[in-house]
């Protein structure tokens, strides 16, 4: 099961970081990943990190704003954003990848968490 935290209403240039723990299993040898749906567009990958964080990968919207890590030993990834913009507004998916790396087999899902930018 995947718990997601840390979203919350900021204003345009402010920054957050989502959390998402794991529980009842170690996803250490997963990739884990960040999506994000806003209202209206289709579910995108946010971020990916492979299983022993070697790889990452940015959707173009976020690169060089965002960053995701993750603690093996915490069961936890994150997702520390800045310089938010109004787009960045949605809400926020952690998943874990059934392979090492990447997000083509997504296991599961965590409930989401809301992230609201105002201008």
């Known amino acids: 099961q995947l718990q997601a935290c840390g979203g919350g209403l900021v204003q345009t240039g402010w920054s957050l970081r989502l959390s998402c723990a794991a529980s009842?299993?170690?996803?250490?040898?997963?990739?884990m990943n960040w999506f994000r749906q806003a209202p209206g567009k289709e579910r995108e990958i946010v971020a990916s990190?492979?299983?022993?964080?070697?790889?990452?990968y940015y959707g173009d919207s976020v690169k060089g704003r965002f960053t995701i890590s993750r603690d093996r030993a915490k069961n936890t990834v994150y997702l520390q954003m800045n310089s938010l913009q109004p787009e960045d507004t949605a809400a926020y998916y952690c998943?874990?990848?059934?392979?090492?790396?990447?997000?083509?087999?997504?296991?599961?899902w965590g409930q989401g968490t809301l992230v609201t930018v105002s201008s």
């Open positions: 009842g299993r170690t996803l250490s040898n997963n990739a």
């Open positions: 998943a874990v990848n059934k392979k090492a790396a990447g997000w083509d087999l997504i296991g599961a």
């Open positions: 990190i492979s299983w022993n964080g070697g790889h990452t």
